[in-house]
């Protein structure tokens, strides 16, 4: 055999190789409310048609300063 990894098992049953853990994910529909101050959509917020929550100003400035965008470019 060439393979990298060998096992051995004396149990018996089935294996399928496949796992039933899993995870999702949800919107959040009271903190997006909370951040822009008033109900948002998630296609909304991705979209771009959101504009930027208050509390982001400040990351936006050190962005801006550090990163001005210019038309065009």
Known sequence: MHAEI???SRS???FA???LDGATLR???DDNTRLYGH???QRE???GEAGAPYSAMDIYE???HWAPYKKGE
């Open 17 to 19: 190789g496949i796992s």
């Open 39 to 41: 109900r948002m959509t």
């Open 62 to 64: 050190v962005l801006n």
């Open 12 to 14: 018996r049953g089935l």
């Open 27 to 29: 919107p959040d529909n």
């Open 6 to 8: 060998l096992s051995w």
């Open 45 to 47: 917020i991705l979209h």
